[in-house]
């Protein structure tokens, strides 16, 4: 695994007004690692994530990515760098057929570029891809109406969906919400096929306990901020996190 | 106890073989798809030879159909990349004045100014529309709204290209016959362009951008660049539309720009069905011509045109278009539901 930085965010701030959603968030990430984003609810952790991908132009701060400023991009750049996303709440093109929703990423000069211009048969690289996060060639699913696929299928095609693209910093925001105990644990081992391809990832989640068996290291937010960061362990024995998920009275009182 | 039926709906097995390659199996087969595509070339292309039938009247009842159908198109490749206009005129009016102001001015033959009105037209009204492509839904059509009835008062105020009197004595085109075929290809390749076009991977990405632009987005593509491709390739048909009746009314004036051209494409689309580019040429077809018989009814003409869009809209929300096809492609029969014995 190199050691390179790939992603170095400095000071990274967002107002809605007067809300400080993302206030002074710094971290660095090298590459091939694993960063999970927690916090509570309205932390600030999808925010960070649209910062980062373009979708929300930041107030202040500096996003590098590998030695680039990438920070104020539009999303259509920030991908053609490398950077893919998938959606918390995972919004698929309801009406055309599961596979034909990868067309889109594919149609992409990103994707377009990777492969000379040349992914011959769109239709087919979509198959592909698809049968990478296990959906089956053979049967009637990815021929369906996408509208008409099970919460846990989404997931599984938004993960395509950056697949596709064939990016090398893979941000996934709460991948695992709304997946029973089964899904997640067949979605685990593509997770680790992906890191073992050298793929950076960065994972905001609510499920601490399937998030560290994929990632290193999180980062804590709370009201904006960052108030931890470190390896699982570090993180949870964190007096500042357990005060943020538990509430303050808890822990004085106890 | 009465038993209950449920109505079914199935496609009929000449559908299902036809889907795909399979079509080319028997004359019949053939005939299936093709037949209805056939009928309509076929007819339209009949008309104009018709003339001892049809007289000058319902020719150019027409040209003024298919003008209908050319922006009707347009208002339906808007909307399939989720940009719903409201302003057809603005396009209309451009393509008139364009073609106007070359012919005009610089003495141009239709046979120049009419296609270099139409690029040119259409380029203008992208770049005019451009900075609002980021606004969607309603706001994007209320703008829409609004350029056509802003460009008139602009011609009225400013007195250019001819002001109130417009511009008249234009080149004329060469004869009816000419008009009637000219025109008819234009529909006709349009229509069954833009069918083919958005269902291609390119046409995809417009879709895709009208359910859910925020995933286009993410899926590495530029959607204010394709919006904008979008509206350059919907604006074509109807700049063609307002340069070609410039000059077949030898005139260009401010009604280039009346609220008929927005309008009337958009109930076309409604009647006919929108998304699938025929339905918006069928309610064209179907709209124009029934004003015209309504005219014998003198001041009730507008009560009962209104009246069949009430009814249509409340009683085929799909769109005449949608229904036939669906009564084409599936059979519905009648099946009895058990009783539930407890």
């Not at chain 1, 030695?67 to 998938?86: C, D, F, H, Q």
Request: hydrophobic residues 50%; positive net charge.
């Amino acid at each position: 695994m190199s050691q390179d930085l790939i992603l170095k965010v400095s000071n990274l701030a967002k107002n809605f007004g007067g809300v400080k959603a993302v206030n002074d968030v710094s971290f660095e990430l090298q590459e091939g690692e694993a960063l999970g984003v927690i916090g509570p609810n309205g932390s600030g952790k999808s925010t960070l994530i649209n910062l980062i991908t373009g979708f929300v132009k930041p107030s202040g701060g500096r996003i590098i990515y590998r030695g680039e400023n990438i920070t104020g991009l539009p999303p259509y750049k920030i991908v053609s760098l490398g950077i893919a996303r998938s959606f918390q709440m995972a919004k698929p093109f309801y009406n055309i057929p599961v596979f034909k929703n990868l067309i889109i990423p594919l149609y992409s000069s990103r994707a377009r570029k990777l492969k000379g211009g040349a992914y011959g048969d769109r239709d087919e690289a979509a198959i592909h891809f698809l049968e990478d996060v296990g959906f089956e060639r053979d049967s009637q699913v990815p021929y369906k109406a996408a509208g008409a696929l099970p919460h846990g299928y989404l997931k599984r095609l938004e993960l395509a969906r950056c697949l596709t693209l064939e990016p090398d910093l893979i941000i996934l925001d709460e991948l695992f919400s709304g997946m029973s105990m089964s899904e997640i644990a067949s979605i685990l081992p593509l997770l680790a096929k992906i890191r073992e391809e050298g793929k950076t990832l960065i994972m905001v989640e609510h499920r601490l306990r399937e998030l560290f068996r994929v990632v290193d290291k999180a980062i804590v937010l709370n009201f904006g901020g960052k108030i931890a960061e470190g390896t699982s362990g570090e993180v949870m024995d964190n007096e500042e996190v357990r005060k943020a998920y538990l509430g303050s009275e808890v822990l004085s009182g106890a | 106890m009465k038993k209950g039926y449920r109505k079914e709906r199935l496609d009929r097995g000449i559908k299902a073989r036809t889907d795909d390659i399979f079509a080319i199996c028997s004359p019949r087969e053939i005939a299936y798809i093709a037949l209805p595509r056939f009928i309509v070339i076929g007819a339209l292309l009949m008309f104009p030879l018709l003339a001892v039938l049809t007289g000058i009247y319902w020719q150019n009842v027409l040209i003024i159909t298919c003008t209908i159908a050319l922006l009707a198109l347009s208002w339906d490749l808007l909307a399939s990349a989720g940009l719903v206009s409201l302003g057809q005129a603005l396009f209309f009016g451009a393509g008139a004045y364009v073609t106007g102001f070359l012919s005009h001015h610089y003495g141009w033959p239709p046979i120049l100014s009419v296609p270099a009105a139409t690029v040119t037209g259409a380029l203008l009204c992208t770049m005019l529309l451009y900075p609002v492509l980021r606004l969607r839904g309603i706001y994007f059509g209320l703008i829409t709204f609004a350029m056509p009835l802003l460009m008139m008062r602009i011609v009225e105020a400013t007195k250019i290209l001819g002001g109130t009197e417009g511009l008249s004595g234009l080149a004329p085109l060469p004869g009816m016959k000419v008009e009637l075929y000219v025109i008819i290809t234009v529909t006709l390749v349009c229509v069954f362009g833009f069918r083919r076009l958005i269902d291609t991977d390119y046409g995809l990405v417009l879709r895709a951008i009208r359910d859910n632009d925020r995933a286009v987005m993410a899926g590495g593509i530029n959607i204010q660049w394709y919006k904008t491709q979008a509206v350059f390739i919907a604006a074509l048909p109807a700049t063609f539309a307002g340069a070609f009746l410039t000059h077949h009314y030898q005139f260009v004036g401010m009604p280039a720009f009346a609220l008929e051209y927005s309008i009337l494409p958009l109930t076309s689309v409604i009647i006919g069905g929108t998304g699938s580019f025929a339905g918006a040429m069928l309610g064209a077809f179907i709209l124009v011509p029934l004003s015209e018989v309504l005219r014998a009814f003198g001041t009730l003409r507008v009560v009962i045109y209104c009246l069949i869009l009430l009814v249509f809209a409340i009683g085929l929300p799909e769109g005449i278009f949608h229904y036939i096809q669906r009564k084409y492609y599936q059979f519905e029969r009648l099946v009895p539901v058990e009783e539930i014995k407890k």
